[in-house]
């Protein structure tokens, strides 16, 4: 059974607050859910509704003299709140891999794409420089990228989102995370980038059993790729349900809201005429 | 080049065999390296109608919008508007076409200075063709904040303190300030939030009818463009490839690039999943 | 955030009181010729290289003047005509930068040229120039300072209005029917003063600077009028058994420049900060 797997990330009571000039403002509270492995944990809310701020304390990127983050995250039963800055570089990207909504900011442009590749395997394991690149190489044939070889000797402007984005990913996958985090991945993409990126996602996880967090404001996305959803609206969870409960019997207003303001072209309809 | 004016029916907006190549030639380099951005598109857009252009990032959509507001001359080719070509039209003529053609960015934030207030920033195309006293000016403004869902209290606010959405219906109030007959929508609903977009989207219908506006709805998403748009055109590296009357032209088309884009488009509901099989918990 | 609060009071701590030693000093140049115990100018042999005594509280110099009233009234001449300078060069900066910026093309390449030409030649050497031409005075120097600054003041401001011409609300406003002298006026001139009052700031110590070391060199006040630099190079003389006459003025002009330059650092600073 499904439930007797144990999760890979656990979040119990996650609580954050800013610090402002009138004391401490919430920005997110009660947050508990956990992902198994290779699940596709989906996060939806209206922009503003905490999920970004949920993703970044999972991965402790907030400056600690002006957050308070309570509550435990643990992954594979380690704790990672309160964990070092040291300690947690090297969870970051090794064991947790983030990929964000434009992914010009991830890489230098003055580098090639294979060299930050390389230097980014290098730093978190023991390969060679030569060993690093047929790593690339590898997972970048192992997850479809077309001609690995010239993509490593491309500058970042060369390529485009899309490209860059799914590069990224594979980026991501080399180095084996046990999670990966992506906040936002497609929304800056167009449809046709959108579905490749996913289709990609989707291929790290069912060829590495990566358990993934996609963070969306669009439904289709979750849709698509999940397994279970989070909604979340004014920094509280407010329904947590599996994907196909979640679409035919949403609880919360907000999942009715979400579910019913969506611009739709109802496909339903139109893969049945399609279809006659 | 004379006036001319086009007799038999009139379409609001008429672009006839525009091209356009941006010229990038350098200093040191003998080379052309101009790119093509526009070949020989033609089109029009019915009054009171909504046209859809579609098209991937790169396929010249934002140049064929720059065009025919009036703001990129294209190298070949006409626009008519109302029967004048606004490229070669007298300076009056273009100034009244001017008021006629107005613009919503997809960069809220971008689309309005950041120095000035709702009020001010409403009032500019006023101030610019109308003769308001002050107060008629101010309740003007009201009553444009009003139709797109703000309020008195946002008057005296400053971009930064509306959210993207919010930030957007000031956009649209300041191009439905001088009712205009055209309006471009470079992508605007494109960067924001799925209830927002749909809410905005809503609210140009809703002016659509008021008003009897005409929309060029430029986007890449065919969803967004399905809910508002009455006919569609499809560009795709400069060219526009399709031109479809209705959605089922749309849909029965078999061009690769609009299949592409069709099968682009993801579920639904989980149930119609194609990306992954369905109920696949490994 | 508490830190960035404690930087943003510990600059303002410095703008206050640059602003006060500012303040002060412009009151010292309206107000000189009620503060200055005695004649700027009259000589009175049997009083030279006199120390410090009720009547002339800082001493005299080789022609038996006041130096604590000569340096009041070199405050009038190396602060007015720093003023001039500045807002010379600011207006003329502004008026070029923005017609090439928002011109572009050939008017833009020529205008940009020309400035290009006059920076490579050093202020120095202009001053020069000039005084070879009419001979040395205070007008060919500053006529020789405003030639070369307005240059930069043109170039930051082309800089700026390209980077605005690009942004939206610009093409929105030209869609809504507005004149070129209207986008000019209420979208370009709003965005740029502030960056400019923050570099004029730093500019201000520039050309007192260079103003008194051209009088130093004795190209640009002529004796007898008090000016900083000059008084420097009259003292000089008198280094060993009168050291302060050189002192004084020196001391003054640092305190100028230093105080300027920290106005500047700190508002831009503070500038920095405001805009995220």
């Known amino acids: 059974m499904e439930a007797t797997k144990p999760n890979i990330l656990q979040v119990r009571d996650l609580h954050v607050q800013v610090r402002t000039t009138e004391g401490f403002s919430t920005l997110v509270q009660g947050i508990n859910f956990g992902m198994k492995k290779g699940e596709i944990l989906g996060l939806v809310g209206e922009s503003g509704s905490g999920k970004t701020v949920t993703s970044m304390s999972i991965l402790q990127l907030f400056d600690q003299k002006n957050m308070k983050i309570e509550g435990s995250i643990t992954l594979q039963g380690r704790e990672l709140n309160g964990l070092q800055t040291k300690e ?3 969870i970051r990207g090794k064991e947790i891999a983030f990929i964000m909504q434009n992914p010009m900011n991830a890489f230098t442009p003055v580098f090639t794409i294979g060299h930050q590749f390389v230097e980014t395997i290098k730093s978190h394991t023991s390969l060679t420089k030569k060993q690093a690149k047929e790593l690339a190489i590898d997972v970048m044939k192992s997850v479809n990228l077309p001609d690995p070889n010239r993509l490593l000797r491309k500058y970042p402007f060369q390529l485009s989102g899309g490209m860059l984005q ?36 989707d291929k790290v996880r069912s060829e590495y059993g990566t358990s993934i967090l996609l963070i969306s404001h669009d439904l289709a996305v979750i849709s698509e790729m999940a397994d279970d959803v989070i909604v979340m609206q004014h920094g509280r969870i407010v329904e947590a349900a599996n994907v196909f409960e979640l679409f035919d019997h949403p609880k919360h207003e907000c999942t009715k809201q979400l579910l019913n303001t969506r611009p739709t072209f109802n496909m339903e309809q139109q893969t049945i005429t399609l279809m006659v | 080049m004379t006036v001319r004016k086009v007799v038999k029916p009139m379409s609001l907006l008429q672009v006839k065999e525009v091209t356009h190549s941006y010229n990038a030639k350098k200093l040191f ?8 951005a526009l070949i020989d598109v033609s089109f029009s857009i019915e009054e009171g109608t909504c046209l859809g252009l579609l098209g991937t990032s790169g396929a010249g959509k934002s140049t064929l919008g720059k065009v025919i507001l009036g703001i990129q001359r294209p190298q070949h080719g006409r626009v008519l508007f109302q029967g004048y070509d606004i490229y070669h039209a007298s300076k009056m003529i273009q100034r009244k076409i001017r008021r006629d053609l107005q613009v919503v960015f997809q960069d809220s934030y971008s689309s309005v200075n950041p120095r000035m207030t709702a009020e001010r920033i409403i009032s500019e195309p006023l101030q610019n063709y109308e003769n308001l006293t002050l107060s008629e000016q101010k309740r003007t403004v009201i009553s444009l904040l009003e139709r797109v869902g703000l309020s008195e209290k946002d008057l005296k606010k400053y971009p930064h303190q509306f959210s993207g959405g919010q930030l957007q219906r000031v956009n649209i109030a300041r191009a439905i300030a001088l009712k205009p007959k055209l309006i471009v929508l470079d992508e605007s609903v494109s960067s924001l939030d799925m209830v927002t977009q749909s809410l905005i989207l809503q609210l140009l219908r809703e002016l659509k009818d008021d008003f009897g506006l005409s929309y060029l709805f430029i ?7 399905f809910s508002i748009s009455d006919t569609f055109g499809v560009l795709e590296k400069g060219e526009l490839i399709g031109l479809y009357d209705s959605k089922d032209q749309l849909f029965a088309s078999k061009h690769p690039v609009v299949e592409r884009m069709r099968d682009s488009v993801l579920a639904e509901h989980p149930r119609l999943r194609t990306l992954r099989a369905r109920g696949n918990l490994v | 955030m508490s830190a960035k609060f404690r930087d943003i009071l510990k600059s303002q701590k410095v703008i206050v009181l640059c602003s006060l030693i500012l303040c002060g000093l412009f009151l010292i140049t309206i107000l000189a010729p009620w503060l200055a115990p005695n004649d700027p100018v009259l000589v009175n042999l049997a009083h030279k290289l006199e120390p410090p005594s009720f009547h002339y509280p800082l001493g005299t110099d080789h022609l038996g003047r006041c130096t604590l009233s000569r340096i009041l009234y070199a405050a009038r001449i190396s602060l007015g005509y720093a003023m001039l300078i500045f807002i010379s060069a600011l207006s003329i900066g502004l008026i070029i930068g923005m017609i090439a910026g928002y011109k572009g093309g050939w008017v833009d390449q020529l205008l940009m040229r020309f400035g290009d030409g006059l920076m490579a030649i050093p202020s120095l050497l202009f001053v020069l120039g000039f005084v070879g031409i009419w001979g040395a005075g205070l007008k060919q120097v500053i006529l020789g300072l405003i030639l070369v600054q307005w240059v930069y003041y043109a170039r930051v401001i082309r800089g700026m ?3 605005l011409k690009e942004q939206n609300y610009i093409t929105a406003a030209r869609i809504s029917g507005s004149s070129s002298w209207t986008i000019m006026k209420k979208h370009i001139i709003p965005n740029v003063l502030p960056p400019l009052a923050v570099m004029g700031t730093l500019e201000m110590g520039w050309a007192i600077m260079n103003l008194s070391s051209m009088s130093f060199l004795g190209l640009g006040v002529q004796p007898p009028t008090p ?7 009259e003292g000089k003389s008198y280094i060993r058994t009168n050291p302060t006459l050189m002192l004084y003025p020196g001391l003054m002009i640092m305190l100028v420049v230093i105080t300027f330059n ?14 995220r």
Do not use: Y
């Open chain 1, 88 to 90: 947690m570089r090297e």
């Open chain 1, 166 to 201: 799914r590069v990224m990913i594979a980026m991501a996958a080399c180095l084996r995370p046990s999670v990966i985090i992506a906040d936002e991945p497609t929304t800056a993409l167009d449809l046709h980038n959108q579905l490749l990126v996913l289709q990609l996602l």
């Open chain 2, 29 to 36: 380099t003998w080379k052309d390296q101009s790119k093509k």
């Open chain 2, 219 to 225: 986007t890449h998403d065919i969803k967004a463009a």
């Open chain 3, 161 to 163: 209005v390209l980077s």
């Open chain 3, 227 to 233: 000016e900083w630099g000059a008084m420097i190079h």
């Open chain 3, 262 to 275: 920290l106005l500047g650092e700190a508002l831009s600073e503070r500038f920095g900060v405001k805009r």
